[in-house]
T-cell receptor, first 115, second 111 residues
Framework: EAQVTQNPRYLITVTGKKLTVTCSQNMNHEYMSWYRQDPGLGLRQIYYSMNVEVTDKGDVPEGYKVSRKEKRNFPLILESPSPNQTSLYFC??????????????FGPGTRLTVT | GEDVEQSLFLSVREGDSSVINCTYT??????LYWYKQEPGAGLQLLTY?????DMKQDQRLTVLLNKKDKHLSLRIADTQTGDSAIYFCAELGGKSNDMRFGAGTRLTVKP
């Protein structure tokens, strides 16, 4: 089954404790992206990646890191989480370039609470 | 930065048509999208339109694009209670391939 998986689905942590949210897709998509969803603000793009070893900042990259060592995985790293990073996070992937129209497939979401 | 704007709420009666509107500001956007989010779920792509088109129809869904006014709309014909959800419009940046979403329109369908 074609899908985007994220882990964990729920996470409660404390300020300053490094964490990683994993994202994996099995569709051989080039484009992968992380978003955060906050009430009244919709989805805001954190980082995106056009392909392996290529990452770019979205609208709200501060406090986050990503890596794209393999095509299928795109982990989101919070080196020192703060309460303002409490949010619902979505990973997404799509075909890119001339073969794709960037229609994104979304993961189920990770609800992160930082106390 | 560039913004994508939508009204936050829309309420219709079952069987009526719903029209959800969106404005965007990046004139170089290549693709525009409509996504649906049901409670507790991720986003699901409903439809998209390439920027050189002005209309796309897919069963009950009709997308209209007015590129001059940077206005995108989604019309749902014969709206059903199962259509109740949050609808997001999104644009793919023409220069940078970043993706920008509106805040979402919560559609409520009353029986």
């Amino acid at each position: 089954e074609a899908q985007v998986t994220q882990n964990p689905r729920y996470l409660i942590t404390v300020t300053g404790k490094k964490l990683t949210v994993t994202c994996s897709q099995n569709m051989n998509h080039e484009y992968m992206s992380w978003y955060r969803q906050d009430p009244g603000l919709g989805l805001r793009q954190i980082y995106y990646s056009m392909n392996v070893e290529v990452t770019d900042k979205g609208d709200v990259p501060e406090g986050y890191k990503v890596s794209r060592k393999e095509k299928r995985n795109f982990p989101l790293i919070l080196e020192s989480p703060s309460p303002n990073q409490t949010s619902l996070y979505f990973c997404a992937s799509s075909l890119a370039g001339v073969l794709g129209s960037y229609e994104q497939y979304f993961g189920p979401g990770t609800r992160l609470t930082v106390t | 930065g560039e913004d994508v704007e939508q009204s936050l709420f829309l309420s219709v009666r079952e069987g009526d048509s719903s029209v959800i509107n969106c404005t965007y500001t990046d004139s170089s956007s290549t693709y525009l999208y409509w996504y649906k989010q049901e409670p507790g779920a991720g986003l699901q792509l409903l439809t998209y339109i390439f920027s050189n088109m002005d209309m796309k129809q897919d069963q009950r869904l009709t997308v209209l694009l007015n590129k001059k006014d940077k206005h995108l709309s989604l019309r749902i014909a014969d709206t059903q209670t199962g259509d109740s959800a949050i609808y997001f419009c999104a644009e793919l940046g023409g220069k940078s391939n970043d993706m920008r979403f509106g805040a979402g329109t919560r559609l409520t369908v009353k029986p």
